[in-house]
């Protein structure tokens, strides 16, 4: 029985559905880390025979729940078939269809994009799709009039700036008007000074390997990324982040993002280097001028330090593997989110989840 089915149905049956299928989730996973979810459960049998509570609870119930069968169990659940979960109705709980909203190709905005991918969107968990139109990354946001006014359309709610306070002061973004702005510090000092003693290609990728290897160590990136994932999952409606290049700090939290989907890794690779070709143009006019000013050996120098490399993602999966022993481990130690906030992303991100 749908829990979003109309009140002519009695609330008590309703409410015990709610409550069965998520005891069956419980009961295939270790009893001591969803202590809390058997709490949550009686809750939910005591509640108020309100159709509003009931919807409300039946709601945490359902994104605590899928946390608990999809947290520290790894890729083991890919397999599970998607219809076996329940129709919770629309109304209440996001539409299962996928999303009409295709990502616009912006020319003052070169790495704008849909995390979700295109087409159809990335596969995750289980064979769901990654939902359209929800979570978008970019370059620093400093479009021109026409590229504003199709931002506008849409309907931002919130942007997340990953730079520094240097490199905000160098650009400030340009945003439509009723979207929250907020900085968030991902990085513990500014590290464009080092890039100075870099006259090798291989010191230039060593020193950006170095770089992914501290975004997943530090504990400032680690707080920050905590952060992004945290305001990502408990603000409503669609929403960007961005750093400066939108390939770095903004290809790690896609990543992180796609990996809570259940993406593959070669296919999250295979994003994070579209960089290459979305900035492209961006790229080689920029490595034009170095190698005007500095020569043409220091511009294929410089190249690695403007675009990426499979390395250097390799390089963050590698320290995050070899530090947590997997990524359910990074997301709760290392970036501190609660099962609540992985699975309200889970939630956001796949198409049929619920």
Not at 142 to 155: G, K, Q, R, W, Y
Not at 212 to 229: E, H, I, K, N
């Amino acid at each position: 029985m749908p829990l979003g089915a109309h009140e002519s149905n009695p609330p008590r049956l309703v409410r015990l559905s709610a409550i069965h299928w998520a005891r069956n989730i419980l009961r295939s996973r270790k009893h001591g880390l969803l202590r809390n979810l058997s709490t949550l459960l009686e809750r939910l049998h005591s509640m108020p025979h309100r159709p509003f509570a009931l919807r409300q609870q039946a709601r945490t119930c359902v994104a605590l729940a899928a946390a608990g069968s999809f947290l520290l169990a790894g890729t083991t659940v890919a397999t599970a078939e998607p219809s076996t979960l329940p129709s919770f109705g629309s109304s209440d709980f996001g539409s299962s269809a996928p999303s009409a909203v295709v990502a616009p190709r912006l020319a003052s905005i070169d790495n704008f994009r849909d995390v979700a991918g295109t087409g159809s969107g990335y596969v995750g968990t289980g064979g769901l799709h990654v939902r359209q139109g929800v979570f978008y990354r970019a370059n620093a946001i400093t479009p021109n009039a026409e590229d504003l006014a199709t931002l506008e359309t849409l309907h931002l709610t919130a942007v997340y700036d990953l730079r520094t306070e240097g490199e905000i002061a160098a650009n400030p973004n340009t945003l439509p008007d009723g979207v929250r702005y907020e900085k968030i510090q991902v990085l513990a000092a500014d590290p464009s000074g080092d890039v100075a003693s870099i006259t090798t290609k291989q010191q230039a990728l060593e020193y950006v390997q170095s770089g992914y290897r501290s975004t997943v160590s530090d504990p400032v990136s680690r707080a920050g990324f905590g952060q992004l994932l945290t305001e990502l999952a408990d603000t409503p409606g669609p929403q960007v982040f961005h750093c400066t290049a939108g390939k770095d700090r903004t290809g790690w939290g896609s990543a992180l993002l796609l990996s809570i989907a259940g993406v593959p890794r070669e296919t999250i690779m295979a994003d994070y280097l579209l960089t290459n070709e979305y900035s492209a143009a961006a790229i080689e006019a920029k490595l034009a001028r170095i190698a005007a000013a500095k020569g043409p050996e220091y511009a294929e120098v410089y190249r690695q330090l403007l675009g990426v490399d499979s390395s250097y993602l390799q390089a963050a999966f590698d320290e995050l593997d070899s530090t947590y022993g997997s990524f359910d481990r990074y997301l709760v130690d290392g970036l501190g989110l609660d099962m609540a906030t992985i699975a309200n992303l889970k939630l956001k991100l796949l198409v049929g989840l619920v």
